[in-house]
């Protein structure tokens, strides 16, 4: 088998034609050959996310209309799985048609989750276990195209490996309860980018979702403030588990005791944790829990402990240590978030951590840090999750078992299906994959929030990825929430930030001449770039490295746009991304009329472009039980701007000051189609001016 770094499109030379045992006739088909010029294309045709670790392409494709699984030295349920995955697609089983074989092969490495797969007149899977082999064929889906009413794989050689063996992905139903079916499709879509663990948040204050029959209560009316008598039952807990079993998804689930336990609280009438009946209920609802499942397949329980911020909540070190070592006793490994509480000398649990806390020395640990899906951008957030260094090291080891990607939209919803549309749920699982599964080569927070310069290595590496991403929103997300589309040929330029001494709505003489540079107030001014992205933070809420450290002032952010033709075209426009947690935070939300209470503004072609207008505008910050509706750019209706057919100016003024919460914008031309938000590909950008950048 000839290899070449690239992919493979059909270009049909050979025919093998195989007599089928029915009368009708199966063949399998071998591509060869394509010129050196075709090989960009080629290289796009087969995306595979997470990117292997090593993989060879060869001089063609496999083209078959039947096949047949000759050999599976696994479990049934492997075989069965990837054969009923090709018949849904269309392609018989067939014993003449394409043969593939699992076999078992131990000297891939220590790593059980390894796998190779080679695909050339045969399929053959290799793998120390059932997890490698599935894998192996969750990249075999990946590669899968249906044209001509035939199946088509490329031929490859792939030998792939996770760097970390947790790889995680969390979503809070305490909060916000969503039904089985939606929690089904997610971890289907977690499987086929090779996640393995499922954290599921079952308790929160707004309720305690899972139902427990020795102390009913909990699933009573009163015990909710939110989704009112929506809880699992212990037989839809189970169906979950089997569902994720078959995926070679482990869950976590998590009890969070003793913050956020006004639930609990409420269904018993206590006031306080430190009541002297709550710890014996609480050892009773985790030995319940423990008893839905044995310890190979439910290895893990989650305590949580995290946010004990207040007197009802707090309780003895003794309280905790009691429950941990029960835990422990039932042959599960305990977690617990950091922040949380901390017992002396405890060698016990495995933390969990968030925000930017560190793990304790010598403590075993999962990264939860800085990438909750609720405060995430659709656009900066993606460019975090590709830079982000899962555990601050390259690879995972005893210490640091890997990551697990958060969502805790703490916001009421109306409808559980705005989880997905007002959180970039499924482009953020798609973006952490490949990081979690390949590791990082640096832990550098430079990239966290902007793109790096244009041609360098780190721009070009997570060029590569996006272009993967949007294959794969294309190819497997149609009709679903991806709001995604190419932010990096997006360019900005950059100037100030200018003091607007406390008034937001001070004007500067960028609104009435766009020129190189500027003398404001005696200082000099040049513009900065280009800045490439959709979303631009000019100064990062979380205090990451961003473009300026100003507590406040007036930045204008400047593009060009060239269109074939007069238009009116759809834009993402946003000034303050509402993070989906904590109300209207960094608010109050803007009034009628307005874009942000911090009055930005947005020019094109000279002509200000108007805010939606809003359906709940002016709403203050404290209103979490006030679901979102139309708050961000990409869960509302797009904005409509009217383009001159060439060159277009657009022109966006950013002021900041207290109480904001975000300095940033978003501003990219959309297409919007029935399978979903794709790119206007047709048109152009360019620089306004000469700019240059200079990142510390």
């Not at 796009?44 to 494709?61: C, E, L, M, N, R």
């Not at 076999?103 to 053959?124: F, H, W």
């Not at 003091?499 to 200082?523: R, W």
């Not at 002509?607 to 679901?627: L, Y």
Request: hydrophobic fraction near 35%.
């Amino acid at each position: 088998m000839k290899t070449r770094i690239v992919h493979t499109i059909p270009l049909c030379t050979n025919i093998q034609y195989v007599m089928g045992m029915v009368g009708f006739l199966f063949f399998v088909i071998i591509g060869e050959g394509y010129s050196q010029s075709m090989e960009m294309e080629l290289e796009s045709a087969y995306p595979i996310i997470p990117t292997p670790k090593d993989i060879k392409y060869g001089d063609g494709t496999v083209s078959f209309n039947g096949f047949s699984i000759q050999s599976n030295d696994f479990t049934k349920d492997t075989g069965r799985f990837l054969q009923d995955f090709l018949e849904e697609k269309g392609v018989p089983y067939h014993t003449a048609g394409l043969a593939i074989t699992l076999q078992r092969n131990s000297s891939l490495g220590p790593n059980e989750e390894a796998y190779n797969l080679r695909i050339d007149s045969v399929v053959t899977i290799s793998a120390p276990s059932r997890k490698g082999a599935y894998y192996a064929i969750a990249t075999l889906k990946q590669l899968f195209r249906k044209l001509d009413g035939k199946g088509h794989f490329p031929k490859v050689d792939i030998m792939d490996w996770p760097s970390f063996g947790i790889r995680g992905f969390m979503h809070d139903t305490g909060r916000n309860f969503q039904s089985v079916d939606q929690l089904k499709e997610q971890i289907e879509i977690l499987a086929n980018y090779k996640y393995n663990i499922f954290h599921w948040h079952l308790t929160d204050n707004p309720g305690w979702r899972l139902e427990s029959r020795k102390y009913p209560q909990l699933q009573s009316d009163e015990a909710f403030s939110r989704d009112v008598g929506h809880y699992y039952s212990q037989a839809d807990f189970k169906e979950i588990l089997v569902f994720c079993k078959a995926r070679n998804i482990t869950v976590i689930p998590e009890f969070d005791i003793p913050g956020h336990t006004e639930a609990f609280r409420r269904a018993f009438g206590f006031q306080k944790m430190n009541n002297p009946e709550v710890l014996a209920i609480l050892l009773d609802l985790f030995d319940e829990l423990m008893s839905l499942a044995d310890a190979n397949e439910m290895p893990y329980i989650h305590m949580g402990t995290d946010e004990v911020r207040n007197r009802a909540e707090e309780v003895p070190q003794a309280f905790i240590e009691t429950i941990a070592l029960f835990i422990k006793k039932n042959n599960r490994k305990v977690i617990t978030w950091k922040e949380g509480i901390e017992l002396d000398n405890d060698i016990v649990t495995i933390q969990q951590l968030w925000a930017q806390h560190s793990p304790t020395a010598g403590r075993q640990f999962i990264d939860s840090r800085a990438n909750y899906i609720n405060h995430l951008d659709p656009f900066a957030g993606m460019v975090r999750l590709f830079f982000q260094q899962p555990g601050r090291q390259k690879d995972g080891n005893a210490m640091a078992l890997g990551g697990i990607l958060c969502a805790w939209p703490d916001n009421a919803v109306s409808k559980e299906r705005d989880i997905l549309r007002q959180n970039p749920i499924y482009p953020s699982i798609v973006f952490y994959s490949d990081a979690i599964w390949n590791g990082r080569p640096d832990y550098d927070q430079l990239y966290w929030t902007i793109l790096p310069e244009v041609g360098s290595d780190g721009f070009k590496a997570f060029q590569s990825l996006e272009e993967k991403v949007i294959r794969h929103r294309d190819l497997f997300f149609s009709g679903k929430e991806f709001p995604y589309v190419s932010q990096t040929r997006v360019p900005w330029q950059i100037i100030g930030p200018f003091d607007h001494n406390g008034d937001v709505s001070t004007s500067f003489p960028i609104e009435t001449e766009i020129k190189e540079s500027y003398v404001v107030d005696g200082h000099p001014y040049s513009w900065k770039g280009p800045y490439m992205g959709g979303t631009i933070h000019l100064k990062h809420f979380f205090g990451f490295p961003s473009i300026t450290d100003a507590e406040r002032g007036t930045f204008y952010a400047t593009t060009q746009i060239y269109s074939p033709d007069v238009r009116k075209q759809d834009f993402w426009i946003g000034f303050h991304g509402w993070s989906r947690s904590g109300g209207r935070r960094g608010g109050p939300f803007p009034k009628q009329g307005s874009w942000h209470h911090t009055q930005p503004k947005i020019w094109v072609n000279g002509n200000s472009i108007a805010p939606p207008k809003w359906r709940q505008p002016d709403f203050p910050v404290k209103s979490d039980e006030v679901p979102f509706i139309d708050e961000d750019y990409f869960y509302r209706e797009p904005t409509k701007i009217p383009l001159q057919k060439g060159w277009n100016t657009i022109l966006l003024k950013v002021p900041f000051d207290e109480p904001s919460w975000k300095w940033m914008f978003t501003c990219v031309p959309i297409l919007q189609t029935q399978q979903g938000v794709k790119e206007a590909k047709e048109l152009e950008f360019r620089l306004t001016t000469k700019a240059e950048r200079n990142d510390n």
